[in-house]
């Protein structure tokens, strides 16, 4: 699937609206037991770090001693002690923070009777489904709207059985329950049949035994709700001309199918299906294969039956009925590509069109391997709970994951469609032609369809350097995750459908995209190639383990003398959770030495053990380096200094005492590094004499690791400052992400501590020099100097640097005054508007809230709902906040990012955390299934949450609602 955003997580995890969620199914009993651990341990370490920010910024220069600490004090107790005495200048008491246990209060725990056997037998197994949809639109109000269905399932029997078990949820039966043999063989007939509604189980019982290698039809009719619940087939609407239009799309994953027709809905049992659509004569259904044949039924019906599949999963399958326009075009292989949208929008799906016939090309040329389908089609729908669906040959899309407008839509909004795009189709060889066997392997779904989708964008865009987006983009966003006690190793078993949704996640996206990134450095580009070639050669059309993956790129390695144990060293990075630090220490004769520990933000926190390390937190670790008098970035498989799983490793080499030395060479490596204060400040000083020296991906490493490791205590909050001094100088896009990432950190922390002013000040600094006004007006920007000019131009607005306020504010008031010619770049816009509105008053926002209702481009709209939330009126927060649960004012789809977006207001946090908890039942009701919609507003929500008042209130609030 897409990922949201930012996690702001392709799939359900990394793509979704411009300030992105994905949410996708789950259920609120294991959910609030397992998120509500990692959020806890969150609030606490904000505690901590919290204390050392103030300490900091506070102390002016000095810094805590290495006092013990009082082991009679609680972590409140020091905190309210450390602010006592900061103001009078000892901080000697704040060390203790970091020496203070943090435990970890136990939450509800998951029920004792959760499932886990929820897996089907497998002695009957689904060989073709032929399937009739027929989703029954404008037929009553639309809440009781339905489809209803029929099936035949050719089965065969593979161990001797008296009953059929697949999977069926919310469908009722209509008609009378048929098995039959296929053969004639013998005589058999349905008995009785029962639903196991925990497990979604439908069980027909027959009235003799069926005998192994025979094969048997299985006919069912059933009807099932055409709701507005973005899972299963699911109604979705748009207005034109101020009337409701209605269109039937599907959402099948993860175990969704189910909800459509009664089926054996596991990733590994594939099938083919023979399907037909009915639809009324004015309107088109569209299916994974190309249209067959169409016949009238009478009454307005036409019944269009499709070409069979390829054996495919169920959660694959896509069943769309709408009034939609497309845009064609042809592959270079000739692959009909078409790209649907709203005729209204069609327009904007030129760009998408253009780059997914690339792309597809380009993909089938490194995989070695023809697209398996003769058309591919792209859909663009109104209402999607992911950023996108990889659906074989009918990828649907959030409209802002597809859609792009050149007047209307920014850079990022182009990249955002450029990056789903390739994610999605990466998918089609990844998870559609060899799919993991089980959920407990998601990443390889994901993993590398995260990684390849840079491949794809840098082969059609190689300006964008998205090989060094990735370092932001994936490696330093997961590892803030990844840190923690309570993350999860790559590879996780899954019992119970709760528990596939949950996994749904930065870990299986980001770290899954970072640890393949770091295995294709370490065999070599065309080691990795081959492999893959051998992989999905191997097991098309069929399921996967991860060993499987192993074995093949193992192999490869074999044959060019390379001689890697892939598994030995994956499972270190698959296995076992969270990440190494490595210190580097150049010796006086010139060698390195190397350590290795397990990397927590917190030391102090308490391990829950839900995950036990086989290898002691020890990994197997690909080590580079480069030195100030020998300096390269351009290093290969073969500069490689393998650490293995031991504690210290000793490098042999001749770096001289007085050269820095640079660890994890463009960050390939799935680590930190670290280093003594003295080689800290060397490379702190080539930074401020000419930071160029350095590559651009290792000036934003140096910049996460610093501070990272300063809030774990592994170096001072000293060195993490010092690492951003230079940025006035600064012109490149990676450090600045880097950079800014970790200063919006700190902003949340202080923002209401009397030491917000002085760090505002630092800040204002940083950005006056390099901002100037015609930053928001002028056009003549590339792709990634377009990206640096927006962050400076958000940051100088939200720090108050008048020339930007006042500009935003003339050129708000310009559009105002001719609402149908905006005069601002897009890719400024969302500052523009912001700072307008959060400057102005109703009258702004009003304007703004018509935009967004008038406003035919899904970008456009995302970027006015985030800048609706930057208002300074209370009141005006509080309605927008009851706009968000009111589908008439804002999109279903969109609700918890409303919510989310006004809790990062300061002036609208404590609002909204009163608002969630006041319309808590309402909010479980409405997207409580949506698992990362519903994650993302509660992690949003409480995110700026660092005292231990409201640590106590989250505690409370779960009690009361576990």
């Not at 082969?459 to 994936?474: G, L, R, S």
Request: charge should be negative; aromatic fraction near 12%.
């Amino acid at each position: 699937m897409g990922k949201a955003e930012s996690f702001d997580f392709s799939d359900m995890a990394k793509y979704n609206s411009e300030a992105e969620l994905t949410p996708g199914s789950g259920k609120k009993g294991c959910f609030i037991s397992i998120f509500v651990g990692v959020l806890i341990l969150c609030l606490v370490v904000c505690l901590v770090i919290g204390v050392g920010l103030l300490v900091y910024f506070a102390g002016k220069g000095t810094t805590c001693s290495d006092a013990p600490a009082d082991t009679d004090s609680s972590t409140a107790g020091l905190i309210d002690k450390c602010k006592e005495v900061i103001d009078d200048g000892d901080t000697s008491i704040c060390n203790a923070c970091r020496k203070t246990t943090t435990t970890i209060p136990s939450t509800t725990p998951a029920p004792t009777s959760i499932l886990q056997d929820v897996r089907l037998p497998r002695s009957v197994l689904p060989e073709l489904y032929t399937v009739e949809l027929q989703p029954n639109l404008y037929d009553g109000p639309p809440e009781e709207f339905t489809f209803n269905g029929t099936v035949r399932i050719r089965v065969k029997c593979h161990q001797p059985t008296n009953n059929i078990t697949l999977h069926s949820n919310q469908l009722n039966l209509t008609e009378e329950i048929r098995v039959t043999s296929a053969d004639s063989s013998h005589s058999v007939h349905y008995r009785s049949h029962e639903f196991d509604t925990k497990r979604q189980f439908l069980i027909i019982f027959t009235n003799v035994p069926l005998q192994q290698g025979h094969y048997y039809d299985l006919d069912l009719a059933f009807i099932g709700p055409l709701k507005d619940d973005l899972h299963g087939l699911y109604l979705s609407s748009y207005q034109r001309n101020n009337k409701t239009i209605y269109a039937a799309v599907s959402f099948l994953a993860p175990s969704s199918a189910r909800k459509v027709l009664p089926c054996f809905d596991e990733p590994a049992i594939k099938a083919v299906y023979d399907v037909t659509l009915l639809r009324k004569e004015q309107m088109t259904s569209i299916f994974n294969t190309k249209r067959l044949h169409s016949e009238e039924r009478g009454n307005g019906w036409i019944a269009d039956s499709f070409n069979v599949t390829p054996p495919v999963s169920s959660y694959l399958l896509a069943f769309i009925i709408c009034d939609f326009d497309y845009k064609e075009n042809m592959t270079s292989n000739g692959i009909r590509y078409r790209a649907w949208a709203r005729p209204e929008a069609v327009s904007q799906t030129e760009y998408a069109l253009s780059v997914g016939t690339r792309i597809l090309s380009y993909f089938e040329d490194y995989f070695g391997i023809p697209f398996p389908l003769p058309k591919q089609d792209m859909i663009a729908v109104p209402d999607f709970a992911a950023g996108a669906m990889e659906n074989w040959g009918l990828i649907t899309y959030r409209e802002t994951a597809m859609l792009y407008d050149p007047q209307e839509s920014s850079e990022s909004n182009k990249q955002r469609v450029a990056v789903v795009v390739s994610h999605e189709l990466a998918h089609q060889w990844f998870g559609n032609l060899v799919t993991p066997s089980w959920w407990d392997d998601l990443w390889l779904n994901e993993g590398f369809a995260s990684f390849i989708e840079y491949m794809g964008v840098d082969h059609v865009h190689p300006d964008w350097k998205m090989f060094d987006q990735i370092v932001v983009e994936d490696i330093q966003d997961v590892f803030n995750f990844d840190g923690l006690v309570t993350s999860h190793p790559v590879y996780v078993p899954v019992y119970h459908p709760d528990q596939i949704s949950e996994i749904f996640d930065r870990i299986s996206y980001g770290k899954g995209s970072s640890i393949i990134r770091m295995m294709r450095f370490f065999l070599g580009e065309e080691t990795f190639r081959n492999g893959l070639k051998r992989y999905l050669n191997n097991l098309a059309y069929k399921a996967a383990f991860h060993d499987d993956l192993w074995f093949a790129l193992g192999n490869q390695s074999a044959i060019e003398n390379k001689n890697l144990n892939v598994k030995a060293i994956m499972d270190t990075w698959t296995l076992q959770m969270n990440y190494p630090v490595v210190n580097v220490t150049v010796m006086a004769d010139g060698d390195i030495q190397i350590t290795q520990k397990r990397y927590l933000r917190d030391y102090h926190a308490v391990d829950p053990l839900t995950y036990v390390s086989p290898f002691n937190y020890h990994w197997e670790i690909p080590f580079t380096y480069t030195t100030k008098s020998n300096t390269t970035f351009d290093l290969t498989d073969a500069d490689i200094h393998w650490m293995h799983k031991t504690d210290q490793e000793v490098i042999s080499g001749s770096v001289l005492q007085s050269d820095w030395i640079l660890g994890n060479v463009r960050q390939y490596g799935y680590y930190r590094v670290t280093y003594s204060d003295e080689n800290w400040n060397k490379l702190i000083n080539q930074l401020n004499e000419d930071h160029t020296v350095i590559h651009p991906t290792n000036r934003a490493q140096m910049i996460n690791d610093a501070w990272n490791l300063a809030k774990s205590g592994d170096v001072s909050m000293t060195i993490a400052l010092k690492t951003v001094n230079y940025l006035d100088k600064e012109k490149e896009f990676i450090p600045w992400k880097a950079s800014l990432g970790e200063l919006g950190y700190v902003d949340s922390m202080l923002e209401r501590t009397a030491l917000y002013g002085p760090f505002s000040r630092f800040m204002k600094h940083k950005v006056s020099g390099i901002f100037t006004p015609s930053a928001l007006s002028s056009s003549n920007f590339t792709h990634l100097e377009s990206y640096v000019n927006t962050l400076i131009a958000a940051e100088a607005c939200k720090y108050g640097i008048e020339s930007c306020v006042s500009e935003a504010s003339r050129l708000y008031k310009q559009w105002m005054s001719n609402p149908s010619n905006n005069p601002i770049r897009a890719s400024v816009r969302l500052t523009v508007y912001c700072s307008a509105i959060r400057h102005g008053g109703t009258e702004e926002w009003d304007f703004a809230y018509r935009m967004y209702k008038q406003s035919n481009v899904a970008s456009e709209q995302s970027r006015l709902m985030l800048a609706m939330s930057c208002s300074s009126k209370v009141w005006v927060l509080g309605r927008y906040l009851q706009y968000s649960i009111d589908p008439t004012k804002i999109r279903k789809q969109d609700a918890t990012n409303v919510i989310v977006y006004i809790s990062e207001n300061e002036i609208g946090r404590g609002l909204t955390w009163d608002f969630v908890r006041e319309n808590w039942e309402r909010l479980m009701r409405e997207f409580g299934s949506a698992f990362f919609a519903f994650t993302r507003l509660i992690s949003g929500v409480t995110a700026p949450f660092n005292t231990n008042f409201e640590l106590k209130q989250v505690f409370l609030f779960f009690d009361i609602f576990s």
